[in-house]
């Protein structure tokens, strides 16, 4: 089981910064990627960014060359550094972990319960 426990949200200016953190605990070693997913009202849950545990990065179209997605794999942390936000970034930022079950030849997702960003424009 993995645990995770986002902070660092809050109400930023248009063109401001923010960086998001990600806590997990409990059987981090299974963890084969992290990421990040948001939520804007009345749109679906969407992807953000994602870092493998081999190192390799996704991001959206829409966030690349503005967000920045790192981890401190010492204190099993993931981090998402936003710059240049806009009111569009506006969402509750969920963060995700995946872990592969060998045995079911497939990924197990956990959450964390979310944490608000609010851009002002």
């Known amino acids: 089981q993995v645990q995770l426990v986002e902070s660092g949200g809050g109400l930023v200016q248009a063109g401001g910064s923010l960086r998001l953190s990600c806590a997990a605990s409990?059987?981090?070693?299974?963890?084969?990627?992290m990421g990040w997913y948001r939520q804007a009202p009345g749109k679906q849950r969407e992807f953000v960014a994602r870092i493998w545990s081999t190192g390799g990065t996704n991001y959206a179209d829409s966030v690349k060359g503005r967000f920045t997605i790192s981890r401190d794999n010492a204190k099993n942390t993931v981090y998402l550094q936003m710059n240049s936000l806009n009111p569009e970034d506006t969402a509750v930022y969920f963060c995700?972990?995946?872990?592969?079950?060998?045995?079911?030849?497939?990924?197990?997702?956990?959450w964390g319960q979310g944490t608000q960003v609010t851009v002002s424009s």
């Open positions: 995700n972990a995946r872990v592969f079950v060998v045995t079911a030849v497939k990924w197990d997702d956990y």
């Open positions: 409990g059987s981090t070693l299974s963890i084969n990627a």
